[in-house]
């Protein structure tokens, strides 16, 4: 079956890194995607990585991918204030037509 | 080049009644997915709509259903509200079923409240 599994809450400082992990089942996912949604707001695409990746830098992001273990993680480098928001990990397969989401972890950053 | 465009922005209804909610895609995309964020949960995929045609669906009963036009704007409907159809709709649209992720242009949504 597809399910996506995240912790709900983590709470940093600033500046300091954040982590955020995700557990997924489907074995045929192509791309596994980090979005990220601010109160009120849609979502917007952070990265994403293709599945045979195992890890990706974008600038203060980093992606890491254990296919093996069917485990993705985010780290957010020098996390701030407006990093605050719910991140969601999603899934896709190559012949899927649509994404399955995490239930969002919800990142709170302390000044 | 415009984004997604939904509405209304918020929305309350009666339980029993009926709700249309609009999707004007991202120029040039002629695909639209729709998507049921519960409080507190992930986007729940409803269906995707690819050239007007239905490409695929969701585990949501019949009273979900949906159109999209020749200009590939979408509607999603509702019938019969129930208290747990309370949630935020989005939107997204792309080109083509196989869209690279970076693709993939979600709306800010559709907050509907039944009571």
């Known amino acids: 079956g597809e399910d996506v599994e995240q912790s709900l809450f983590l709470s940093v400082r600033e500046g300091d890194s954040s982590v955020i992990n995700c557990t997924y089942t489907?074995?045929?996912?192509?791309?596994l995607y980090w979005y990220k949604q601010e109160p009120g707001a849609g979502l917007q695409l952070l990265t994403y990585?293709?599945?045979?990746?195992d890890m990706k830098q974008d600038q203060r992001l980093t992606v890491l991918l254990n296919k093996k273990d069917k485990h993705l993680s985010l780290r957010i480098a020098d996390t701030q204030t407006g990093d605050s928001a719910i991140y969601f990990c999603?899934?896709?397969?190559?012949?899927?037509?649509?994404?399955?989401f995490g239930s969002g972890t919800r990142l709170l950053v302390r000044p | 080049e415009t984004g997604v465009t939904q509405s209304p922005t918020h929305l309350i209804k009666t339980r029993g009644q009926q709700v249309t909610l609009r999707c004007s895609s991202q120029?040039?995309?002629?695909?639209v997915s729709w998507y049921q964020q519960a409080l507190g949960q992930g986007p729940q995929f409803i269906f995707q709509?690819?050239?007007?045609?239905?490409?695929g669906r969701g585990n949501f009963p019949p009273r979900f259903s949906g159109l999209q036009f020749p200009n590939y704007s979408s509607e999603l409907n509702v019938n019969a509200l129930e208290l747990d159809d309370s949630a935020l709709y989005l939107c997204?649209?792309?080109?083509?079923?196989?869209?690279?992720?970076?693709?993939?242009?979600f709306g800010s949504g559709t907050r509907l409240t039944v009571v």
């Open positions: 489907d074995s045929s996912s192509t791309y």
């Open positions: 990585i293709f599945s045979n990746m």
């Open positions: 997204a649209s792309s080109l083509g079923v196989g869209a690279l992720p970076s693709g993939y242009t």
């Open positions: 999603a899934e896709k397969g190559d012949s899927s037509y649509k994404l399955i």
């Open positions: 709509y690819y050239r007007e045609e239905e490409n």
């Open positions: 120029s040039g995309h002629n695909t």
